[in-house]
C-alpha cells in the first residue's frame, strides 16, 4: 500500500487516536483536527500533526487546509462526550454527518485529496428487531420509520450520500458496529458507582473494538473500492447486558443493576430504545474479504478480557 498525507478529522476522539496511530505506523503522514487545544495536545503526543478547527465553521476552515495538499481525507467526526440519553443529544453528530460531510469534501476538493473515508453505523439499517438473518450492505438502509430516529437516520444517509456520489471522489463507507473499548473507563466508573443501569430484556447488537476498527479503516484506506460500502463489525452479536457483564467480572466490578425498561424511558429515551428495541445481526464478510481484515476480538467478552487498549504491533 503506497504511504498517503491524510488529513484525519475528528483525530483526537476514542476511534480517532488508535486510528491515528496506525495510519502512522503504516507510513502515512496525519494531519488530524480537533476543536480544543487539548485534543491538539493528543494528536501530537500520538505523533500527528494538528490543526484546531470546528469543520461546521465551513469559510474558516476551508482557510486553514488552503494551500495544504492531502491524497485523502478521513471523517471521525462525532459530538459524543458521554453516552447519548435523548434523541437530542444526537444532534450536533447529526448535523456532523450532514452538513460536516459537505464541508470535509469542499475540503477535499481543495487541497486534492481524491480519496475520502466517512465513519456511518450499523444502526442506520433500523433502530428495530431484526430477526436472525444477517444484514448485509444490499440490506435497505436509512429507510424512514415515521419515528423519533428518522432524524438519525437521514444524517447517516446524507453522509453516505455525498461521500458515495462526489465527482472525481474514491468514496468508500465504513458502518462500525458499537464502538466500545477506548471508553473503558468511563465505562467501569459507571459500573463501580453503580450508574449503569441495564433493562431486563436487550437485544443483539453488533460490537466492534476501537482498534479492531481502526484496522479495518486502515485497511479501507489502501484497499477499499471506490463507491464500496463495508460492515465493520466483530463476528458474535451480544446484548449491552453481556457487554456490561463481561466488563465488570473483567475488572472485579459489580455487575450492573436490571431495570424495566419504562423505568429508564422518561430520563434516557434514546439509549433506553438503542439497548432494548434494536436486535440484529450484522454481516461482515465483504470487509473480511475485500480488506482482508478480521476483527483481533471476535466478541465483546474477548475485547475487555484481552485489555482496553491493546498493542498493535509497529505502534508509534
Request: aromatic fraction near 6%.
Amino acid at each position: 500500500m503506497r504511504t498517503m498525507r491524510v488529513l484525519l478529522a475528528g483525530a483526537s476522539g476514542a476511534l480517532g487516536i488508535p486510528l491515528l496511530r496506525r495510519l502512522l505506523a503504516a507510513g502515512h503522514d496525519v494531519c488530524g483536527t480537533s476543536r480544543s487545544s487539548a485534543g491538539a495536545g493528543r494528536i501530537e503526543a500520538a505523533g500527528g500533526s494538528a490543526l484546531i478547527l470546528d469543520v461546521l465553521a465551513r469559510d474558516t476552515f476551508l482557510r486553514a487546509v488552503r494551500g495544504r495538499r492531502f491524497d485523502a481525507v478521513i471523517h471521525e467526526l462525532t459530538s459524543l462526550s458521554k453516552a447519548p440519553l435523548r434523541h437530542r443529544d444526537m444532534r450536533a453528530t447529526n448535523r456532523l454527518r450532514d452538513l460536516g460531510t459537505t464541508h470535509l469534501l469542499e475540503a477535499a476538493h481543495e487541497t486534492g485529496a481524491r480519496r475520502f473515508l466517512t465513519q456511518s453505523i450499523v444502526f442506520g439499517y433500523g433502530y428495530r428487531d431484526h430477526g436472525s438473518e444477517p444484514l448485509t450492505e444490499e440490506s435497505p438502509f436509512g429507510v424512514p420509520a415515521g419515528n423519533a430516529f428518522d432524524e438519525h437516520l437521514e444524517a447517516m444517509v446524507s453522509a453516505e450520500r455525498q461521500t458515495l456520489t462526489a465527482a472525481g471522489i474514491e468514496g468508500v463507507v465504513l458502518r462500525y458496529g458499537l464502538l466500545y473499548g477506548a471508553d473503558a473507563e468511563t465505562i467501569a466508573a459507571m459500573l463501580r458507582r453503580r450508574a449503569l443501569p441495564i433493562v431486563r430484556h436487550g437485544g443483539e447488537i453488533p460490537f466492534v473494538h476501537h482498534d479492531d476498527a481502526a484496522a479495518a479503516t486502515v485497511a479501507a484506506l489502501g484497499q477499499g473500492s471506490p463507491g464500496r460500502v463495508y460492515n465493520v463489525v466483530d463476528d458474535t452479536p451480544a446484548t449491552f447486558r453481556e457487554y456490561a457483564d463481561a466488563m465488570a467480572d473483567a475488572r472485579g466490578l459489580p455487575r450492573p443493576l436490571t431495570v424495566p425498561a419504562w423505568v429508564l424511558a422518561a430520563a434516557a429515551p434514546y439509549g433506553t430504545s438503542l439497548f432494548s428495541g434494536i436486535s440484529m445481526r450484522v454481516a461482515n464478510a465483504r470487509a473480511r474479504r475485500e480488506l482482508a481484515w478480521s476483527p483481533r476480538f471476535p466478541a465483546v467478552v474477548d475485547g475487555v478480557s484481552g485489555g482496553t487498549n491493546p498493542p498493535f504491533s509497529g505502534g508509534r
